[in-house]
Every structure is written in structure tokens, then in C-alpha cells.
């Protein structure tokens, strides 16, 4: 295989998954949800501070990201 198209290949990948990020935080505040408060986060706010950790989004996202790379694997083939 020529690696020039292997590099070309990713780099159109790369650069779709890039147009999808910056759609997604363009017109993210119009989606019906908000990506970074999801119910499950868990948010605590005491006197002294406060501690917030994405749970929900992280696993919202990690589906996201493996079925993009499922996809990504199953077209390569």
C-alpha cells in the first residue's frame, strides 16, 4: 500500500471528525440538551467550593467515540 494514501485517508477523517467538533460546539446551545450538565453528573457546591465530574457525558461521549472508530474500522476493511 502507498503510504501517501494511507496519510490522505486519515487526514480526511481527521479533518471530518473536526467539521463535527466545531459543529457540535457551534450549535450546541441549540440542542435540546446540554452536552456538559447531563442528569447523573454529579455536582457538589459547598461553602468552601464546589466539585463537578461529567460522569454521564463522559460515558455519552466514550459511546460516541467508539462508534465512530467502529465505523471508521469496518470502512477500512
Same mark, same amino acid.
Given at each position: 500500500m502507498d503510504p501517501l494514501r494511507? *496519510?490522505?485517508?486519515?487526514?480526511l477523517v481527521a479533518g471530518v471528525v473536526l467539521i463535527g467538533a466545531g459543529a457540535l460546539l457551534? $450549535?450546541?446551545? =441549540?440542542?435540546p440538551f446540554r452536552l456538559g450538565r447531563l442528569?447523573?453528573? *454529579?455536582a457538589y457546591?459547598? =461553602?468552601h467550593?464546589? $466539585?463537578? $465530574?461529567p460522569i454521564v457525558t463522559c460515558l455519552v461521549?466514550?459511546?460516541?467515540?467508539?462508534?465512530?472508530?467502529?465505523?471508521?474500522? $469496518?470502512l477500512r476493511r
Amino acid at each position: 500500500m502507498d503510504p501517501l494514501r494511507e *496519510i490522505g485517508k486519515l487526514l480526511l477523517v481527521a479533518g471530518v471528525v473536526l467539521i463535527g467538533a466545531g459543529a457540535l460546539l457551534v $450549535f450546541g446551545v =441549540r440542542l435540546p440538551f446540554r452536552l456538559g450538565r447531563l442528569p447523573g453528573d *454529579i455536582a457538589y457546591s459547598g =461553602r468552601h467550593g464546589s $466539585f463537578y $465530574f461529567p460522569i454521564v457525558t463522559c460515558l455519552v461521549v466514550s459511546a460516541a467515540l467508539t462508534l465512530v472508530f467502529w465505523v471508521v474500522n $469496518f470502512l477500512r476493511r
